[in-house]
């Protein structure tokens, strides 16, 4: 069974700095999918970022992008220029190539951005 | 176009009441998820289907009970509520398998307590 491990059960930054999310996982599979979702306090499940284990470049959308190490089975998310509305869970996901049954998450980031 | 819609959205039951949770989505997805989100634990799978009239569980699916008739319509049952089942259920819908080219579509979630 494939697990995502978030270190950080709380991180806390000052507006407009860079903060970044650990995420590790594990899986014997070669082909797999990364994503990143956010949860703000409405409880909103939102997509930010996703990666596809094939892909050597690492996904960028705007202020978010990922530092995937395939080899170290790391995916980072970096938030750069944080915002007081980034504040939120933040969620690492994966689901391997080989099936269909969901996606396994993280137990999550929670955020803080002061101002 | 309403995306995917979870009723109820807040529930209070006793031990040993039965409920069944619905979620419906409009985007004609094939498949659809039951999480189950708990404080420090992130979203856990229940149960998912990848089509009309298949189930299957997930990681953890002990005192759950699921169907899917129709194509639109993901049930989740509680035969015989536990105080351990209070949580925030998710349901998810995605057209696409891996959720990579077709992102996952939460619903808002509902949040069940058992007394």
């Known amino acids: 069974a494939q697990t995502v491990t978030q270190s950080q059960p709380e991180m806390s930054v000052q507006e407009a700095e860079t903060v970044t999310l650990s995420c590790t996982y594990d899986?014997?599979?070669?082909?797999?999918?990364l994503f990143w979702y956010k949860q703000p306090p409405s409880r909103q499940m939102i997509l930010v970022i996703r990666q596809e284990a094939y892909k050597q470049q690492n996904a960028t959308e705007n202020r978010f992008s990922v530092n995937f190490q395939k080899a170290a089975k790391s995916f980072s998310l970096k938030i750069s220029d944080s915002q007081l509305g980034d504040t939120a869970m933040y969620f690492c996901?994966?689901?391997?190539?080989?099936?269909?049954?969901?996606?396994?998450f993280g137990k999550g980031t929670h955020l803080i951005i002061q101002p | 176009n309403a995306g995917v819609t979870q009723t109820p959205k807040f529930r209070v039951l006793k031990t040993g009441q039965s409920m069944t949770l619905l979620c419906a989505q409009d985007?004609?997805?094939?498949?659809m998820y039951w999480y189950r989100q708990d404080p420090g634990m992130g979203l856990r799978l229940i149960h998912y289907s990848v089509g009309e009239g298949t189930t299957a569980k997930g990681e953890v699916p002990d005192g759950y009970n699921v169907s899917r008739l129709k194509k639109q319509n993901f049930l989740l049952g509680l035969e015989s509520a536990a105080p351990s089942q209070t949580s925030v259920y998710f349901c998810?819908?995605?057209?696409?398998?891996?959720?990579?080219?077709?992102?996952?579509?939460f619903g808002n979630g509902t949040r069940l307590t058992v007394t």
């Open positions: 998810a819908s995605s057209e696409d398998w891996s959720s990579y080219n077709s992102p996952l579509h």
């Open positions: 899986t014997s599979e070669n082909n797999y999918y």
């Open positions: 996901a994966f689901i391997s190539g080989g099936g269909a049954d969901g996606l396994t």
């Open positions: 985007m004609n997805h094939e498949y």
